[in-house]
């Protein structure tokens, strides 16, 4: 029953995690094409660093705290499937390093890269996601 009520809880913290993957480089779009300086990059400035501080990095740390526990208690170490998940779970963690760096350097006024990097950025993280989910609901191998 626990281990239940901690995967309602996983997958609870995989969909804020997700949403801000999905959504901060969004706002990043918008952001390369505003002027520096401008109220808007300002704004936009508060909102990146609100989402990353307030929902992205908690819900990362609870997702793989819980994920790591299911794991464990679930005897998970040894299925194709749970390895498969864990290097896209990697990628999609070594992403939301990305995203810090990509943060830090709107936040300094330094960012260099065009809206149309972002975009692509953008798909990134809906491809793992798509990856993860079907490895863990199918489990294939
Ligand atoms: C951070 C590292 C992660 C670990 C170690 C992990 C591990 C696990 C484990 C062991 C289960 C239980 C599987 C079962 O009982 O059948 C589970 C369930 C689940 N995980 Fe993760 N997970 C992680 C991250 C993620 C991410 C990033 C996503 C989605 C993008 C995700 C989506 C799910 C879903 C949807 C379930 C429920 C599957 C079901 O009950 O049928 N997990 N996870």
């Not at 990353?52 to 609870?62: G, Q, R």
């Not at 065009?114 to 993280?125: D, F, G, Q, S, W």
Request: aromatic share 14%; charged share 15%; proline share 4%.
């Amino acid at each position: 029953m626990l281990y239940l009520w901690l995967k309602a809880f996983h997958v609870i913290a995989v969909i804020a995690w997700m949403a801000g993957m999905l959504y901060l480089p969004r706002l990043f779009v918008y952001h390369a094409d505003t002027p520096r300086g401008s109220i808007q990059s300002e704004t936009f400035k508060i909102m990146e660093r609100r989402l990353l501080k307030a929902i992205i990095n908690p819900a990362m740390i609870v997702t793989w705290v819980l994920g790591l526990y299911l794991l464990w208690d679930g005897g998970w170490y040894k299925s194709g499937w749970m390895h498969a998940k864990i290097a896209l779970v990697l990628i999609m963690s070594g992403l939301h390093g990305v995203y810090v760096r990509r943060l830090k350097d709107f936040a300094a006024d330094k960012n260099t890269k065009p809206a149309k990097y972002y975009r692509i950025l953008n798909e990134v993280p809906t491809v793992l996601m798509i990856g993860i989910v079907i490895l863990v609901i199918v489990k294939p191998f």
